[in-house]
């Protein structure tokens, strides 16, 4: 295990949160529409803040935890994409206005780094005591990758969301959104705003995001660390990503799939390290440089394909995928002649 003093991760997350209150301070100070331009300026200083850290952390604590980092990074990072997806389908579903949007990212940013903190020290503490916990992270990362895989060709219904059902149901909600605020009083009577609801939404995506990334990740490194890390720097670039490859991300048709296939192989990754660790120390393990590389080449591969299938079909449109059927396709009921997807 590598020895991270107490002086680092002080540095390390006063750094992270440092970016993140930047990110707060613009949208807040100046709402307006993020432009190609200046989301291109932002995704290219996010990664190369993220490249930089990688390769002093490399430099620093050797060519593993290096590797280790980039691996976790990249896994995170394709993960963030399905992120995008939903983030887009929330902003459609709530008519959020163009130049709120910038601050209903940082928001779903800060809350996704949170709920991801609670997770890694829940996940780490669980790993340091109990070594079955790879073979509990490795099945719940299989089981989302065949459901991942079985809705690729659908969104998740966020209106059916319990969250945000619950709170339209007990709380007062204006009809618009009053300046971007969270809370206003509209007639003499408090009352939260559609942009409060969104950040419901986003809020509880985020922690199911969580569920499966935190694993995904672990799956390549059990330094507490290096999962903070790479979590904390994919999640950084987030808000700039989505306003720079919102438009592409309708011709990713391939991407859930590409992603149940990530999630799957770390899935195994983990088992096999359960079974090494616990069972017979001849039950062989995946290395992380091979991770890294199934990783890119199932990122490289599904994306030259989507280009390419929707570049023939462009009405064709990608979907986030989802977990469980959506509110629409049980209500349609299945396909005469059984309930599978249509080939692709």
């Known amino acids: 295990m590598l020895e991270i003093s107490p002086l680092t991760w002080g540095v390390t997350i006063g750094f992270i949160v440092l970016l993140l209150a930047v990110d707060l301070v613009l949208a807040a100070a100046r709402p307006h529409h993020v432009g190609f331009k200046e989301a291109t300026a932002w995704s290219v200083f996010y990664i190369a803040v993220a490249i930089g850290f990688g390769v002093w952390f490399g430099l620093q604590y050797g060519s593993t935890a290096g590797t280790e980092y980039f691996a976790g990074y990249i896994i995170e990072k394709s993960l963030s994409v399905d992120n995008l997806f939903v ?28 709920m991801r903190a609670i997770f890694i020290a829940l996940g780490a503490s669980l790993i ?26 659908e969104d998740p219904d966020i209106e059916s969301n319990l969250m945000v ?11 618009d959104y009053i300046g971007g605020r969270l809370v206003a009083k509209v007639d003499g009577r ?44 994919a999640l950084l670039g987030l808000r700039a990503l989505f306003f720079l490859v919102k438009g592409l991300l ?23 390290h359960w079974g ?19 990783v890119l080449g199932v990122l490289a591969v599904v994306t030259v394909a989507s280009l390419i299938r929707t570049r023939g079909l462009p009405d064709e449109k990608a979907h986030a995928g989802s977990l469980t059927a959506t509110k629409a ?8 002649g059984g309930d599978q997807e249509p080939p692709r």
Do not use: C, W
């Open 87 to 114: 983030f887009v389908i929330i902003m459609s579903t709530f008519a959020v206005p163009d130049k709120h949007q910038h601050k209903v990212l940082v928001f779903g940013i800060v809350l996704a780094l949170i």
């Open 128 to 153: 340091s005591l109990f070594s079955f916990t790879f073979l509990l992270f490795g099945l719940l990362l299989i089981y989302t990758a065949v459901q991942l895989f079985r809705h690729r060709n």
């Open 165 to 175: 059902r619950g709170a339209r149901r007990f709380l007062p909600v204006s009809d």
């Open 190 to 233: 408090r009352v939260v705003t559609p942009l409060f609801i969104v950040l419901i939404a986003i809020g509880s995506v985020d922690l199911l995001f969580a569920l499966d990334s935190i694993p995904a990740v672990f799956g390549v490194t059990e330094e507490a660390y290096v999962v903070f890390t790479a979590n904390a720097f």
């Open 250 to 272: 309708d011709r990713l048709v391939y991407l859930s799939a590409g992603l149940a296939i990530i999630l799957a192989f770390i899935g195994v990754k983990l088992i096999l």
């Open 276 to 294: 090494h660790v616990d069972i017979d120390e001849s039950i062989p393990e995946i290395p992380t440089p091979l991770s890294l590389g199934v």
């Open 329 to 336: 396709r049980l209500e349609a009921g299945p396909r005469p």
